[in-house]
């Protein structure tokens, strides 16, 4: 407790501070200094747009996928257990090598992506080069490593239905189609809405894959939040400036997580929920 | 269930299958390939379009390498397992106080307590890294071991605490009750009734913390620079150095990936046992 509270409180400190090392730690008062150098800071608002971009981005594909997976291995299927424990894997795995593994691939003359772009006849494409394409790498990397997490959650809450549901529907002449649409998804809004927020909360935090994969290049385009901080911080040397950086994801982080638990409030009260 | 064309979904899950062992299958071919194999453009199948050698995995486990390797391995099983020894022990006893005891603090009541630890995780690890750098550069803690072992049990321990209370939620309490009533003291109970059938659950949060110590790298960034350096560390390290030697760094991911494949296959009947469980409750 100590080990967190603190470190946090002493962030706060920082972002109003000016730091000096020589001869031990000194901080002197700075005012809203980084504070008003950030809001003026191009580079913030470029990272702050690429962390939001890569947040959505990512975290929709995996829900979708994550839940249309999970429908198609929740059943008894005859190999059934062998695609819910491939499918866990990439959840696991250490992100650094993660995102080395996908440098590997992504890299645009040696990489095997470009050469079976080439074997069906389509031109290479700039995965770590190109002016927007780098940014939907790393949400393809992101998708990659967690659409895991969804699926996870979605075969939990659809082993959770019960049994009946699906009968009572097929008695009630609904289509395959019409019992996912007006039956499961309703029941399932729940598990979606917070496995979103999960995955949200941690993507929000990306930094591991990008830092190996294009270490935020080409230029800033795919630096993340705390990529910036941490270059500012520690590359730099100006931890005041880095902390408060970091102090301005955090924020973000907190009011999207109350406007998400709003939102769910809303919904239980609307009785989607029930 | 729905009369879903089963060929169908076959094929989806067969596509996703795909998508994710192609990645893994380009580590391993990667880390028996040489310099040629890798430089003269993309080689899919050994034998047919590379011949594959094992030069990568005998410089790393026997030769020249060897050195490099040695010490972030030894600090990740170090640092990893102690870390989530103490975040495990400690992760129980909050969460037995929790699940059995009712806490006051103020307006808080037990749940509060719970939702405060778990929402720690909300606090991106880069708002506490960057004053961590400070705090253990003061105390002469940063680039050590057990820096980094304080750190991960902070950073783990409402996890550890949050699986636990889980557990013991289904632990029920009339077991203790009964021992007590025999006329053991709370310690004994605790020892000799709550800790063998807890122990699936220690387990489980262990290895959970384990994977989150193992895994984690920025703090391991920010916090070590040599001595007390992690595998992720070493592996992240590589990139600086003139051009990337792609099949070592291959075998040393896989080194780095071994453990954490298997310790997701032993867990993998717990989350399921969970998944199947949590649609009882």
Not at chain 1, 143 to 166: K, Y
Request: glycine share 8%.
């Amino acid at each position: 407790m100590l080990l967190t509270l603190f470190p946090f409180l002493f962030t706060l400190a920082l972002t109003f501070s000016r730091v000096s090392l020589v001869g031990g730690l000194h901080l002197s008062f700075a005012g809203l200094g980084n504070w008003y150098r950030l809001l003026t800071d191009p580079r913030f608002w470029t990272t702050l747009g690429n962390t939001v971009v890569i947040v959505t981005g990512a975290v929709s594909l995996e829900v979708v996928l994550g839940f249309g997976l999970a429908l198609l291995a929740y059943r008894p299927l005859p190999g059934g257990a062998f695609f819910r424990v491939l499918f866990i894997i990439p959840m696991a795995l250490t992100p650094i090598a993660v995102g080395y593994i996908w440098r590997m691939l992504l890299n645009e003359t040696i990489g095997p992506l470009n050469a079976l772009l080439q074997i069906v006849g389509l031109p290479p494409l700039g995965w770590v080069s190109g002016e927007r394409l780098p940014l939907l790498s790393m949400i393809l990397v992101d998708v990659w490593q967690w659409t895991p997490f969804v699926f996870v959650l979605c075969l939990a809450g659809l082993q959770a239905l019960p049994e009946e549901l699906w009968e009572a529907a097929q008695l009630d002449g609904a289509s395959g189609g019409q019992t996912l649409r007006y039956v499961v998804f309703p029941l399932m809004v729940p598990t979606l809405l917070t496995a979103a927020f999960l995955r949200a909360v941690e993507a929000f935090k990306i930094v591991d894959v990008i830092f190996i994969i294009t270490g935020g290049g080409p230029g800033t385009r795919t630096e993340s939040l705390t990529l910036h901080a941490y270059y500012r911080g520690l590359h730099a040397f100006d931890l005041a400036y880095g902390a408060t950086i970091a102090f301005a994801l955090f924020l973000l982080v907190l009011v999207a997580s109350l406007a998400f638990l709003r939102l769910t409030r809303r919904l239980r009260a609307t009785e989607v929920w029930a | 269930m729905k009369r879903r064309p089963p060929a169908l979904a076959y094929g989806i899950l067969g596509v996703w299958s795909v998508i994710v062992l192609f990645p893994l299958y380009w580590l391993v071919t990667a880390s028996f390939k040489d310099a040629l194999a890798v430089h003269q453009g993309p080689k899919f199948l050994p034998w047919v379009d590379f011949r594959p050698t094992l030069d990568a995995w005998r410089n790393l486990l026997l030769g020249v390498e060897r050195e490099t390797i040695y010490g972030p391995l030894l600090n990740s099983i170090v640092i990893g397992s102690s870390s989530s020894l103490l975040a495990m022990a400690m992760g129980a006893s909050a969460a037995y106080g929790l699940a059995r005891l009712r806490v006051r603090l103020g307006p808080l009541a037990n749940e509060d307590v719970l939702f405060w630890i778990v929402s720690q995780r909300i606090m991106p690890p880069i708002v506490t890294a960057l004053a961590l750098f400070l705090l253990l550069r003061t105390v002469g803690l940063l680039d050590t071991r057990t820096g980094l072992v304080l750190v991960y049990v902070a950073f783990n321990l409402p996890l550890a605490t949050w699986l636990m209370h889980n557990f013991f939620r289904q632990v029920p309490a009339s077991l203790e009750e009964a021992a007590l009533v025999d006329g053991a003291s709370r310690a004994r109970a605790l020892w000799h009734v709550v800790l063998p059938v807890s122990i699936p659950g220690l387990v489980a949060t262990f290895l959970f913390c384990f994977l989150f110590a193992w895994n984690e790298f920025l703090f391991a960034l920010i916090l070590t620079f040599s001595r007390a350096r992690t595998l992720p560390i070493l592996i992240a390290a590589q990139h600086t150095q003139r051009g990337i030697e792609w099949w070592s760094l291959s075998a040393m991911s896989l080194i780095t990936l071994a453990p954490v494949v298997l310790i997701t296959l032993l867990l993998q009947g717990y989350l399921v046992g969970q998944v199947l469980g949590g649609g009882e409750r």
